[in-house]
């Protein structure tokens, strides 16, 4: 095997990784869903950028980038089954215990936020 082909693949490997942790970083970070999408798109060019600098074969990005997306609708689509698997195991589970103890709880006035108990507690 020869040098620069060493390098190609180097250079192949450093672009996949820098693109797995940028979005990495990003499913981490807090952020909406329109912010989210934009930081992808902004990174994701900055990346491509930095790629054609170093002489990457951005063809071959863009199959990297294709099979990268077709990866994430693939998580997407799992965890979106399991929010569902999980929405039927609650439902399942409050059948058994109305069932087990023969009355069917009041439904609250108001919704319960759980989103600032953080808040709360500082």
């Not at 490997?13 to 807090?30: N, W």
């Not at 863009?62 to 569902?84: P, S, T």
């Not at 399942?92 to 087990?100: C, M, S, T």
Request: charged fraction near 35%; charge should be negative.
């Amino acid at each position: 095997m020869s040098k620069n082909a060493g390098k190609g693949d180097f250079l192949v490997g450093f672009v996949l990784g820098a693109l797995t942790g940028a979005l990495a970083a990003l499913l981490f970070a807090p952020a909406s869903g329109d912010e989210f999408r934009e930081q992808i798109k902004d990174r994701g060019i900055e990346i491509k950028d930095r790629a054609e600098e170093m002489g990457v074969d951005t063809e071959h990005l863009d199959e990297l980038r294709e099979r990268g997306q077709a990866l994430l609708e693939e998580q997407r689509a799992r965890f979106r089954e399991a929010i569902e698997e999980g929405k039927l195991a609650a439902a399942r589970r409050k059948e058994e215990l109305i069932n087990q103890f023969g009355t069917t709880p009041p439904e609250p006035e108001q919704p319960i936020d759980l989103t600032d108990i953080g808040a709360r507690s500082s």
